[in-house]
């Protein structure tokens, strides 16, 4: 079993950042990408960006050029660094990891974390 930890979530004025912190622990044998989606009321839940195992990020065509998600595999951990906000970056963030369970190797699972809040406000 992993658990996703979040932190980080916050309000913050428009033009303002935020860093979005989300760290997996547990026993587990392998997780493969990490991510982070967000979701609005009303709407599906979209993705952010995402990153391998091997660091390779890419992100959501709303994002670009002002999000960074960066891994690091020692804990592991993923930092998504948010600059220049936007009203429309509002949302509840969700942390994301592929699994490979210890005890059942062959499976990938899907795992999240509880979430935690954006607010940015005009």
């Known amino acids: 079993q992993v658990q996703l930890v979040e932190s980080g979530g916050g309000r913050v004025q428009a033009g303002g950042s935020l860093t979005l912190s989300c760290?997996?622990?547990?026993?587990y044998f392998h997780i493969h990408d990490m991510a982070w989606h967000?979701?609005?009321p009303g709407k599906q839940r979209e993705l952010v960006a995402i990153i391998t195992d091997g660091g390779d990020p890419?992100?959501?065509?709303?994002v670009k050029g002002r999000f960074t998600l960066s891994?690091?595999?020692?804990?592991?951990?993923i930092n998504l660094?948010?600059?220049d906000l936007r009203v429309e970056d509002t949302g509840v963030y969700y942390c994301y990891a592929e699994v490979r369970p210890h005890e059942a190797?062959?499976?990938r699972q899907d795992n999240w974390g509880q979430g935690t809040l954006v607010t940015v406000s005009p």
């Open 81 to 83: 660094q948010m600059n």
């Open 105 to 107: 190797r062959w499976l």
């Open 23 to 27: 760290t997996a622990s547990g026993k």
């Open 71 to 77: 891994r690091d595999n020692t804990a592991p951990t």
């Open 38 to 40: 967000r979701q609005v």
């Open 58 to 62: 890419r992100y959501a065509d709303s």
